[in-house]
């Protein structure tokens, strides 16, 4: 889940307001200037997707090295898949602009808002263990939540709340560039969220609101009994069979990583955020993972591998977003057919989404937040990818829609 404002990171949290995820205007097309794809298009079927032929990687190659050259964008790395049509792996650019080093395949990134793929799942893991229900309201759970007697679990997961998002709050704001490096606590991000009120009735319509993220992580926390952090690495990442997706508690960065850049600072200059904490973003955009990692994860969060097929069929069942060819559903976006997240927060951003008719899957990791002509980068990046390989199923969601 990103804005035209200072504060757009952390509306995200990265991947979508209006969509939820992936970001990119919906006049754009194809790549730059390219017609838009017609939003009631069906994605294709398996066979219409190409082999991944040296031809193929040559236009993508020139795709992605246009949109590097027009964003500025530091360094990237692009992975796509589909069983019989081959693969596509590739780093362009540098991860360290201070030594120059390359960008790499097996860096380890921030995800921002994929994050919440692995948070609603773990919610989803307890409805399947019947110790939640998707209709209980959230005051079954958490108390002091504004209309927390009428907003469902659903309702947060599916961005139906109407609770102000604390991450467009000023002092919010204020408090986290002045001091990027400190530590958060749950509690104090609702504050920052219930001091305002509740923007329209609990299912009136979507709205990306990083609070409800928060919420869906504390509801974790208390049926589980034990830590967010820990329930989702023990039931959600190793279950899933992921070896470097991790949650942190702190600042703690796993090597090798890719330095990240980001203008989203008091002073609006260019500065790197590798090192700022994260729990601003906790349930919503706090997680690390890589390439590998999110390729098998974008499968398993959208054909439902570790959940029920009942519980799988309910988290897809997307509803309107305002978006055209845009659905969201239960912590998980589909946009023309493509299914998955997108994420971004101070210097990073990323977007794992699947194919299921071509069985295909696209993973793009960047080590930059900023903004081009109010537009993601890693949006760009996913619509100049799915142009060349799906023309009729192109990747786009405005700014604001998510992160």
Request: negative net charge.
């Amino acid at each position: 889940m990103k804005c035209s404002s200072v504060q757009g990171w952390r509306r995200a949290c990265v991947a979508v307001a209006a969509a939820g995820m992936l970001v990119g205007p919906v006049s754009a097309g194809v790549a730059y200037g390219a017609p838009s794809p017609d939003p009631s298009a069906s994605s294709p079927a398996a066979g219409a997707f190409p082999q991944l032929t040296p031809e193929v990687s040559a236009r993508l190659d020139a795709a992605i090295q246009k949109v590097m050259r027009e964003t500025q964008v530091p360094g990237v790395t692009v992975g796509l898949w589909a069983p019989g049509k081959g693969s596509y792996v590739r780093s362009f650019g540098t991860a360290d602009k201070a030594t120059g080093a390359p960008m790499q395949p097996d860096l380890n990134m921030r995800i921002g808002s994929e994050t919440k793929t692995f948070t609603v799942t773990a919610l989803l893991r307890l409805v399947d263990e019947g110790k939640v229900g998707l209709d209980d309201p959230i005051g079954k759970y958490i108390g002091g939540v504004p209309d927390g007697d009428r907003i469902t679990l659903r309702e947060l997961a599916g961005m139906r709340s109407g609770l102000f998002n604390y991450s467009e709050d000023p002092d919010f704001d204020k408090a986290v560039t002045s001091d990027p490096q400190r530590p958060f606590t749950p509690q104090e991000l609702l504050d920052y969220s219930f001091k305002h009120p509740v923007g329209f009735p609990p299912g009136a319509q979507f709205e990306y609101s990083n609070t409800n993220l928060i919420l869906v992580g504390l509801v974790v926390e208390k049926v589980s009994g034990v830590p967010l952090n820990q329930y989702i690495d023990q039931n959600v990442v190793r279950p899933a069979g992921l070896t470097r997706t991790l949650f942190p508690t702190g600042t703690e960065f796993p090597d090798p990583h890719a330095r990240g850049y980001t203008n989203q600072t008091a002073t609006g200059r260019v500065e790197d955020a590798t090192n700022w904490d994260p729990s601003w973003a906790w349930a919503a955009g706090a997680m690390i993972s890589d390439l590998q990692d999110l390729r098998s994860w974008a499968r398993t969060v959208a054909t439902g591998t570790l959940l029920t097929p009942a519980t799988q069929a309910q988290r897809l069942a997307t509803g309107s977003t305002g978006v055209p060819g845009a659905g969201y559903g239960l912590g998980i976006f589909n946009v023309q057919g493509w299914i998955g997240h997108n994420g971004s927060l101070p210097g990073y951003e990323s977007l794992a989404i699947y194919l299921p008719e071509a069985q295909a899957t696209l993973v793009v990791l960047l080590n930059t937040d900023i903004l081009h002509n109010q537009q993601e980068p890693s949006t760009l990046f996913g619509q100049a990818v799915t142009g060349v390989v799906t023309p009729g199923s192109v990747f786009y969601l405005p700014v604001g829609a998510g992160r």
